[in-house]
């Protein structure tokens, strides 16, 4: 855990809301506050399956509601598969 | 460049479909964009950020990681910066998993004595935050060498450094080096001879400004025939690169009231 980030789920979300309501209205971000909303956004850094290990398979749908697999996303030479926060905001 | 490899690109996240369709059509991007709605498949991967409180519009992300998968399934490695803002771009993994770069990739060539340096970028674009590749291909005339690491104090070692603010972080790696016996006997120093490359990595900070923007860097080395050892020498360089304004996605539009 870095320092400073607060155990409390609440507390978290305040620093958070802090800083996206000023970025939202182009108010100055602190310093501070920057890293404190950094270090509450990725606390407990997970990044799960090592090099050497299989991935999990799954079926999930694309943006045009085809339902996809690992099967057929994976080109001849391999996958370069991204996990993302979002495309809305 | 990963797709010209033979590599698909997938990316997953929370959005419903309608939001990557949306994103999709205004982004004109081709390639899957998963929608794992309930955060599933994330749970899964063992990559939920439990940081964000239920009710929070971003309760439900991944922390942020990008896997080169083989055909089978298997993780041949990953890439993450331990900020959600960060993203390692597609073309910088291209030029450290298959050395290729893009057409349009920012190249500058030195030239002293008997070395010819190319250095590039593995993009010409690119977000702030991004992570982007850097590549170097020596060239040296037969009978000379530069030198590797480690080396005594009284020689210069062969690197490639960025001084300047818009990068937070930066790796430059050359190959294993040849032994070369020196005056004394049994002693050797790690040398470079003929051709050789080097690849790196520059973290680009965020936020910042788009537009066009040069990254400054330095090119150290000591370049020494077997007759002749020459002072070592900087040479400075400008690489361009766009930095691309924060993408935003389409406002929704509002919804008449019932």
Redesign the interface.
């Known amino acids: 855990m870095a320092d400073n980030v607060p155990e409390d789920?609440?507390e978290?979300?305040a620093i958070?809301?802090e800083f996206g309501r000023r970025r939202a209205a182009g108010e100055p971000v602190s310093d501070e506050l920057y890293v404190k909303h950094?270090n509450?956004?990725?606390?407990?850094?997970?990044?799960?399956?090592?090099?050497?290990?299989?991935?999990?398979?799954?079926v999930?749908?694309?943006?045009?509601?085809i339902l996809?697999s690992?099967d057929n996303?994976?080109?001849?030479?391999?996958?370069?598969?991204?996990?993302?926060?979002?495309?809305?905001? | 460049m990963?797709?010209k490899?033979?590599?698909?690109?997938?990316?997953?996240?929370?959005?419903s479909?309608k939001?990557?369709?949306d994103?999709?059509d205004t982004h004109g991007?081709r390639f899957?964009?998963?929608?794992?709605h309930d955060s599933t498949?994330?749970r899964?991967?063992?990559?939920f950020?439990?940081?964000?409180?239920p009710?929070?519009?971003?309760y439900g992300?991944?922390?942020?990681?990008?896997?080169?998968?083989?055909?089978?399934?298997?993780?041949?490695?990953?890439y993450?910066v331990?900020?959600?803002q960060h993203?390692v771009t597609?073309s910088a993994?291209a030029l450290r998993e298959f050395g290729t770069v893009g057409e349009r990739a920012p190249v500058v060539t030195l030239q002293s004595g008997a070395l010819t340096v190319e250095i590039g970028l593995s993009d010409a674009k690119a977000f702030a935050g991004q992570e982007i590749g850097l590549f170097a291909k020596f060239k040296l005339e037969p009978g000379w060498h530069v030198y590797g690491t480690p080396l005594p104090a009284e020689y210069t070692a062969t690197s490639i450094t960025f001084d300047d603010p818009k990068i937070i972080r930066q790796s430059f790696e050359l190959p294993e080096t040849r032994p070369m016996e020196i005056a004394a006997p049994g002693e050797t120093l790690p040398v470079y001879r003929g051709s050789f490359q080097g690849v790196g990595s520059l973290l680009l900070m965020f936020p910042l400004d788009a537009g066009e923007t040069l990254l400054l860097g330095r090119l150290n080395f000591q370049q020494c025939s077997d007759a002749v050892c020459e002072a070592p020498q900087t040479i400075r360089f400008e690489l361009p690169l766009t930095l691309e304004p924060f993408m935003v996605?389409p406002r929704k539009k509002q919804q008449p009231k019932s």
């Open positions: 789920l609440l978290k979300a958070m809301r950094v509450a956004t990725n606390d407990n850094y997970s990044t799960g399956p090592e090099s050497g290990q299989r991935i999990a398979d799954f999930l749908p694309d943006q045009k509601g996809r690992l996303l994976i080109g001849p030479n391999g996958l370069f598969l991204v996990f993302h926060r979002s495309a809305e905001w | 990963l797709e490899n033979g590599v698909r690109i997938t990316a997953v996240s929370y959005d479909q939001v990557l369709q994103f999709a991007i899957p964009l998963l929608s794992d498949v994330i899964t991967f063992g990559i950020n439990s940081n964000m409180a009710g929070l519009r971003s992300v991944p922390h942020p990681v990008e896997y080169l998968v083989a055909p089978d399934g298997i993780v041949i490695r990953k993450f331990a900020n959600y993203r597609a993994v996605a």
